[in-house]
């Protein structure tokens, strides 16, 4: 796994328009092509949904500062989380799928994520720029502020939307690349490399990836 870091102003402009991109994505999806699957196995785009918006309201409410000394970058902050205790992701996929069935119609659960959104922009606005802990890992706030810019690129994709490109892909591919250590072909576009380095969808005829891929973030 390579070092990564990105610096505080920039993370705090990219991820605002990240989120604001990612939310307009959601809300332009009817109902019925939210309960469609997307390219999160297992996952409709209503329940990528929900995660995106429970994601943002941990992202407000879970990081604190901190003096100590950062322990992850956001690249290495990929290589765990507190709710990998087992390989098996069947019983949070289903979990998921429950916590979604409970809004009466998926465009529910959009307008539930643009209100956490609304908030959320405001808390990065307002993030100072030094050392935070989250889930347990300590991290530059930049580096911090950037995972979530990966996050929501990645999941924007995951909707499956033909439209404009995240403005955090160069930074889901930067950060997919220095999670597997090896570069993703010159060839592939960043959507199509951020898609084939996830495991997304399988590579073009004649390209060949290297043996840590894919990986997952």
């Known amino acids: 796994m390579r070092d990564l870091s990105f610096a505080h102003a920039p993370a705090v402009e990219r991820l605002g328009r990240q989120i604001r991109q990612t939310v307009d994505a959601a809300a332009s999806l009817t109902d019925l092509q939210l309960l469609a699957p997307s390219r999160c196995h297992g996952w409709s785009a209503l329940e990528v949904v929900v995660h995106l918006r429970m994601g943002l309201q ?10 100590d000394e950062p322990d992850h970058d956001a690249a290495s ?14 019983p949070h996929i289903l979990w998921l799928r429950r916590v979604a069935s409970a809004y009466g119609r998926p465009s529910a659960a959009v307008r539930h994520l643009e209100d956490v959104a609304e908030g959320a922009c405001v808390a990065v606005r307002t993030l100072q720029e030094g050392q935070v802990e989250f889930q347990g890992k300590y991290l530059r706030s930049g580096d911090f502020l950037a995972t979530w810019v990966v996050e929501l690129a990645v999941h924007q994709l995951d909707l499956g939307i033909d439209g404009d490109e995240p403005v955090g892909l160069d930074w889901a591919r930067t950060t997919v690349e220095a999670v597997a250590d ?5 060839g592939l576009d960043d959507r199509s490399a951020v898609l084939v380095g996830l495991g997304r969808v ?8 290297s043996g840590s891929y894919p990986v997952s973030l």
């Not at 941990?58 to 003096?67: F, I, K, T, Y």
């Open 58 to 67: 941990e992202m407000v409410v879970g990081v604190a500062p901190s003096d």
């Open 202 to 209: 399988p590579p073009p005829a004649g390209i060949r990836l």
């Open 77 to 90: 902050y990929w290589a765990s989380h507190p709710d990998d205790r087992d390989d098996d992701p069947v």
């Open 182 to 186: 090896a570069d993703l072909p010159s």
